[in-house]
């Protein structure tokens, strides 16, 4: 008689006679249908011959359930075993130098690291800048996609990130770009990338899902004159409500609006602090004109960094408190992650029916921000203490807009400016700060209280500001491709004309 | 079969490999083919000794993508449609200590994620890249997709798929690949030994696995494996009959011709054969 095997075959992983596959490769009738269903409804197959077995073990290899084990009579290991040591391994290199993941302030939080340009004044674009900054805050991956007018960024990065230890990837779109920069991130680098209008675009899916996944990263748009392709080589901020709105999904965001290049320096600095404080994509809503301007920068010799906060014991997707920012583990650290930009509980696992799972996250990846503006909301106010009106205004326009009220001021108006430095979440509460307390007018027949809103859109952040305040609110629109002429708001804050 | 071809298939149990390998059971339908390159995969992967610690599986949408996440148990990323290697670039690029492997399917690696496929089989990036291919969408109900052979029928191709499908080794190869390799379901023994060996290769590596899908494709195209056992056999076991006799490996297609036959079996660049 020849050797005797046993058959073994879970009944409960069985997925049944549609499936059958073990009784029909079997050339020796092992396998037979049950006679009784499973409480799922599975009509699951069972070891009926044992002793037909000549072991060849096709039913073993082809089970898509792995529920079935051929093993000689006698050789049988019965209880699973602990990981061993696998045979001729796959080559493990050492893992990467501890410092770039952090090293050992696995509990995160702010630090002060040295700087990675000479300190001092350095004369740079505001592109070059922002690739300064992000080196200065710790980026160490940079994915991207040429395009006009934020090339220089990557080209800067491309030189530079070696240097420092990082890496740099030319990818095949601004998908892939946005892609690999989550990639990266969770493989606990911090990444960033930079793009124009139609590559902002291609980002909107990449943008939902670090959102979703809650990763840290940075993403500058140095906006361009659109819709589409537009005048490549032009200045505009029509990417404003793209920049919240368009992911689907309605995710909250943060923005970031510089207008000088120390700004681009800076602001690059506190997207990445940000990001790595809340678990959030930062985008730095940059315009032509300050990525092309040059100007003088200067460099503190050191840098105050947020670092994620990385405990890999605790749950990465969800905390107890409704605005809590879990911490964040990286890949290959044991804390066997499972990320998904579906809908999932605390520990990663995807609930894509549950409403309140759903309903849970979703206020959760708000209320993370909206719940800590203090930490977010940032501005500047110009001649506000005795104003009887305002201008907001941010990015390259603010330049504009403050030359135009200091001129205003000279020639006796009592108007202040409010700078927004950071454009998301809406600064509500400063807005309408600012707005109720403007004096009423001195000189007849000027509108008392108004809030003018210079901006290179038809009137984007302006809708916002009028929901913020109960004063009346013109917007002073222009698409033209060009910076906003400050005589041009000038005219308007004398005279009350904005026609060209 | 020799010993020594089949020594890597016998090192755990199937309740041991699930215990260790895996989070928990499979939703795939009942015959799915991707189960049977699980079970394939997690024997191979044990073979080549790959440390499931300091692995990260990447995978997109679909039934394939759902393999690896959230059943492996290994940190998972499960991305969005088609960017599973944009993704794994990134990991890749940043942390080369960390072995990454994406699976995945034919709608999401080829039809909308090709443009990620072969940029990174031109840069040679250091992945490996399993791609279930199952001939159409199977999750959002059995669309045509570039892998659809001429004449299928489809959700969206009812009068038959009037256009040609990509050949995936051909494709992968033409866009500079070192190694790439297709073999079918219907061959576990083959399959295993296949993974393995892509496993093992230092650089990029493609593996076209031809998968089943019963469900969709299987009853949509009933003709076609009539003759393989009819009503006496599930449908699964018949699509895996039929792939099976039409199967043919490059070195026997070398001796008699492929004729209509699905050629497969490995390609390395540097071999002989390569061009072949």
């Keep these: ?500 | 079969m020799s010993a020594t071809k089949n020594k890597g298939e016998k090192k755990s149990s199937a309740p041991q490999l699930r215990a260790r390998y895996l989070r928990q059971p499979t939703p795939f339908c009942a015959g799915c083919g991707h189960g049977i390159f699980i079970n394939a995969f997690l024997r191979a992967a044990e073979a080549a000794g790959l440390d499931f610690g300091r692995t990260v599986f990447v995978s997109g949408i679909g039934c394939g993508a759902w393999v690896p996440s959230p059943h492996f148990l290994a940190d998972t990323l499960h991305v969005t449609h088609g960017r599973a290697i944009a993704f794994a670039t990134g990991i890749k690029l940043t942390r080369p200590e960390l072995e990454v492997v994406v699976i995945s399917g034919d709608g999401d690696l080829v039809t909308i994620g090709g443009n990620h496929l072969i940029h990174a089989a031109r840069r040679n990036l250091p992945i490996k890249v399993f791609c279930l291919n199952n001939w159409l969408f199977g999750m959002t109900g059995g669309q045509v997709s570039a892998t659809t052979p001429s004449g299928a029928i489809t959700a969206t191709t009812p009068a038959g798929n009037p256009h040609r499908s990509f050949d995936l080794v051909r494709l992968v190869r033409g866009a500079g690949a070192p190694y790439v390799a297709r073999w079918p379901v219907a061959r576990p023994r083959q399959l295993r030994r296949g993974i393995e060996t892509a496993l093992r290769e230092p650089g990029f590596a493609f593996v076209e696995v031809l998968s089943i899908c019963p469900t969709q494709y299987g009853r949509a195209n009933r003709a076609q494996w009539a003759q393989e056992g009819g009503e006496e056999v599930s449908l699964a076991w018949a699509m895996l009959s039929w792939q099976e006799a039409n199967c043919i490996s490059r070195r026997k297609a070398q001796k008699e011709g492929a004729a209509d036959r699905i050629v497969v079996g490995e390609w390395r660049e540097g071999d002989e054969t390569w061009s072949a």
């Excluded at chain 1, 096709?58 to 898509?64: D, G, S, V």
């Excluded at chain 1, 990449?206 to 993403?219: D, F, K, Q, R």
Aim: charge should be neutral; charged fraction near 20%; proline fraction near 8%.
């Design chain 1, 1 to 500: 008689m020849s050797k005797k095997f046993i058959v073994e075959l879970d009944e409960a992983l069985c997925k049944g006679q549609t499936c059958a596959i073990c009784q029909h490769t079997c050339p020796q009738g092992v396998f037979a249908v049950s006679d009784r269903a499973t409480a799922q409804g599975v009509w699951p197959l069972r070891v009926a011959q044992p002793e037909a077995c000549t072991g060849c073990r096709r039913c073993e290899l082809f089970c898509p359930e792995l529920a079935i084990s051929v093993t000689p009579a006698g050789e049988q290991v019965v209880e699973p075993t602990a990981p061993q040591p696998a045979g001729p391994a796959v080559a493990t290199p050492p893992l990467h130098p501890p410092q770039l993941l952090g090293g050992k302030r696995r509990g995160g939080g702010w630090t002060t690291a040295p700087g990675t340009l000479s300190p001092g004044v350095h004369f740079l674009s505001g592109n070059e800048a922002c690739a300064e900054g992000a080196l200065a805050a710790g980026c160490r991956f940079y994915g991207g996609y040429p395009i006009t007018p934020s090339s220089e960024i990557m080209v800067r990065m491309a030189r530079r990130l070696p240097e420092v230890g990082g890496t740099f990837a030319q990818m095949e779109d601004e998908i892939a770009s946005l892609s690999a920069v989550i990639g990266a991130s969770w493989a606990g680098i911090k990444s960033m990338t930079a793009t124009s209008g139609p590559g902002f675009s291609l980002m909107m899916e990449g943008l939902g899902y670090a959102v979703m996944t809650e990763t840290p990263c940075v993403i500058v748009n140095v906006q361009r004159a659109g819709p589409s392709t537009g005048q490549a080589s032009r200045p505009a901020q029509g990417d404003v409500m793209q920049a919240h709105w368009g992911s689907h999904g309605g995710p909250e965001i943060i923005a970031l609006a510089p207008w000088s290049v120390q700004e681009m320096y800076d602001l690059t600095i506190r997207a990445f602090n940000l990001a790595e404080r809340f678990r959030v994509p930062v985008i730095v809503l940059a315009d032509e004109v300050v990525g092309h301007l040059y100007e003088t920068i200067t460099v503190e010799p050191t840098v105050r960094c947020f670092n994620r906060v990385r405990w890999p014991q605790d749950s990465p997707f969800g905390t107890e408190a409704d605005d809590g920012v879990p911490p964040m583990p990286a890949f290959g650290e044991g804390a066997r992650l499972l990320v998904t930009g579906s809908t999932h509980d605390a520990r990663g696992i995807r609930r894509t029916t549950d409403p309140r799972t759903q309903e849970r996250l979703v206020r959760r990846l708000a209320r993370k921000l909206l719940a800590h503006r203090d930490e977010i909301d940032d501005w500047e106010a110009y001649f506000t203490a005795d104003a009887e009106r305002l201008v907001v205004a941010y990015g390259s326009v603010a330049r504009s807009a403050l030359w135009a009220v200091q001129e205003a001021r000279h020639q006796g108006r009592r108007v202040g400016l409010l700078r927004l430095k950071s454009l998301w979440p809406f600064p509500d509460d400063i807005v309408a700060r600012y707005a109720s307390s403007l004096t009423p007018p001195k000189v007849g027949g000027e509108r008392g209280g108004e809030v003018v809103v210079p901006e290179m859109n038809l009137g984007q952040v302006a809708r916002e500001v009028e929901r913020c305040v109960t004063a009346p609110v013109t917007c002073l629109p222009q698409t033209n491709g060009e910076l906003i002429d400050p005589r041009r708001i000038l005219r308007y804050l004398l005279a009350g004309r904005w026609e060209r």
